[in-house]
């Protein structure tokens, strides 16, 4: 038999299994890590289409979502940017146009002419800044979407004079060329300076002769002129000896700086002269036409004394032909309405065909002079011009009376009132003769004033001294006015500005109501002006100022600051060249 010599061995599971339990727990460390990377994941992308959804709800512009804009500033806000920038807009204009005097006088008027349009262009664009902001005053636009669309376009159009004049600048300074030549510069400066110097010196005597001529009221517009002429021209002598000492030093840059300075001091003192010299130039022709334009207004007056009815109002005739529309004249033979106005000289009134008469045997001369054979002393005719037998008459007479009537204006409005204002009118023209008539000095511009003022509600002032007369009024306080911003353009504010700007505009009028009210607005610009001034208080302390000038340049704008010096002095250009030039301490 085989015996089998094979040990058996039992078979041991303890190294294998030892062996095993690194394994397993590697593998189920392997299985919890992976759930949790792909969970990460899952949040990770979750979070991110969260994130992208509400962002993209955010700025969607379909229904559903709002767009995340800044909020928009307040209208207020929006208000006094527009009134800061239509102020600094004028005085880069004023500060420009001043320096470029210079630079022509010194070029020529080719040298200059492109520089002269762009300062022209630059004040179409401020003139029409400043008609939108008077009817932004006025409430137009109503609602607030469109006012500040308006806002807006005040500020577009200051931008682009700043941008029109920022162009020119370089160019401008390359005329000059004040860096190499600044001699012949500094000889023109120092030539207009001498003469003003000169002038200054006769002002007093000029205002003593206004002051015994005319009442004080007169002079008042100018007071003060003589010494703050005097002040500039202090402010002027320190600088343009500085300007001389650098420019002998060889520090070209210096010299400018002072240069630049001494010119804006000089052209304000010539503001200031001529000033003085203009008013008594305009007082003079006043009074040489006080006693036509008297005469004249009392010839319109008495033209709508003897046409107005005494009773109703002003009704358009039946009959009129073309005329019949609402608010039209009709044609009379004597042709168009403006044909059959009174006279200029003498308040007649041309034949208008059948309806020239007023009555039997009467004219309407006749009837307006209270001589005809149906006018009783004082009498006024009859509305329905009860003179006439039959209907057609009454019809031609008062189509004769409506084609007469001196501004068509004045139709439809009460006969009462009418004769409220003609009656107004009366006893101030018979005040005004009184105060002619009395040997007292007289303030011949008021006087005109006075008598165009209170014309203007009754009458067009077809008489040609009328008009003369109003223009120079209203021409006359314009340029005060004017004169005062100039010479103060470092405290005065956009409000007066645009008051200025709309009398301004309405000097080329016709009408005397127009000019009536250019001469009120120039008026009330005048007064806000000086109360800015007053507000603003005085730029400078320290009396060694005062002596300098300095306080009269801060707040006339030849210099920008208000430090120790004064800061830069203003040149040519925009709000990116025009403090190119400082003006260093002393």
């Known amino acids: 038999m085989t015996i089998s010599t094979d040990v058996p061995v039992a078979i041991s599971t303890d190294a ?22 792909v969970v990460g994941g899952v949040g990770a992308l979750a979070g991110y289409a969260y994130l992208r959804r509400t962002r993209r709800a955010r700025t969607r512009t379909t229904p559903g979502g709002t767009r995340t804009t800044p909020p928009a500033p307040p209208l207020t806000q929006l208000d ?4 800061t920038l239509l102020a600094e807009a004028d005085n880069w204009i004023r500060t420009s146009r001043e320096e470029l005097g210079f630079a022509e006088a010194r070029s020529g008027p080719a040298a200059v002419a492109p520089f002269a349009r762009a300062v022209r262009d630059a004040e179409s664009e401020l003139s029409a800044a400043f008609r939108i902001r008077r009817r932004y005053d006025a409430g137009v636009p109503p609602d607030e979407p469109s006012r500040r669309h308006a806002l807006a376009g005040i500020v577009g159009r200051c931008q682009e ?20 030549e600044i001699g012949e510069a ?31 009221s007169a002079t008042a517009p100018v007071t003060g002129y003589a010494e703050q002429a005097k002040d500039r021209l202090v402010f002027a002598t320190t600088h343009l000896n500085r300007s001389r000492q650098a420019a002998d030093s060889g520090e070209a ?99 208008a065909g059948a309806g020239t008469r007023t009555g039997e045997g009467g004219t309407a001369e006749d009837a307006r002079a209270g001589t005809g054979p149906d006018a009783g002393a004082g009498a006024v005719p009859d509305a329905g011009a ?30 009462g009132e009418l004769w409220s204002r003609v009656l107004h009118a009366d006893t101030v023209l018979t005040s005004v003769r009184q105060e002619l008539t009395g040997g007292r000095p007289y303030d011949p511009l008021d006087v005109l004033r006075r008598i165009v003022r209170v014309l203007a509600p009754v009458a067009t002032g077809r008489a040609g001294v009328l008009p003369a007369a109003a223009r120079l009024a209203a021409g006359s ?110």
């Open 186 to 216: 500094l000889t023109v400066a120092e030539t207009r300076f001498r003469e003003l110097t000169g002038r200054a010196a006769t002002t007093g005597t000029t205002l003593a002769d206004l002051a015994e001529r005319y009442a004080p």
């Open 386 to 415: 009860g003179t006439t037998r039959g209907g057609a008459a009454e019809d031609a007479g008062r189509a004769t009376r409506w084609a007469r009537l001196p501004d068509a204006a004045l139709l439809g409005v009460p006969v």
């Open 477 to 586: 306080a314009t340029a005060v006015a004017d004169t005062f911003v100039t010479t103060h353009r470092g405290a005065v504010g956009a409000d007066a500005r645009t008051l200025l700007a709309a009398a301004r505009e309405l000097l080329d009028a016709a009408s005397l109501t127009d000019l009536v009210r250019a001469h009120t607005l120039a008026r009330q610009a005048r007064e806000l002006a000086e109360q800015d001034v007053r507000v603003h208080g005085n730029p400078v302390a320290g009396a060694a100022r005062h002596e300098r000038g300095v306080a009269g340049a801060v707040l006339g704008g030849i210099l920008l600051g208000e430090d120790a010096d004064g800061g830069p002095a203003p040149s040519f250009g925009g709000p990116h060249t025009r403090a190119g030039r400082g003006l260093t301490s002393a």
């Open 253 to 351: 840059e210096g010299a400018v700086r002072q240069l630049r300075a001494a010119e804006g001091a000089v052209a304000q003192a010539a503001a200031f002269v001529d000033g003085i010299d203009r008013l008594a130039a305009e007082l003079s022709a006043a009074a040489a036409m006080v006693a036509s334009a008297l005469t004249g207004a009392e010839a319109e007056l008495s033209g709508v004394r003897g046409v107005l009815p005494t009773t109703g109002e002003w009704e358009q005739p039946a009959d009129a032909g073309t005329g019949a529309m609402t608010g039209a004249v009709p044609d009379t033979e004597a042709g168009t309405w403006a044909d059959a106005l009174p006279d200029a000289g003498t308040g007649a009134v041309p034949d």
């Open 16 to 37: 294998p299994v030892a062996a095993a339990a690194p394994e397993d727990e590697e593998t189920s460390g392997a299985d919890l890590v992976l759930p949790l990377v």
């Open 80 to 83: 006094g940017e527009s009134r």
């Open 161 to 180: 004079v700043g941008r029109r004049l920022d162009e020119e600048a370089a160019a401008f300074d390359r005329l000059r060329a004040l860096e190499g």
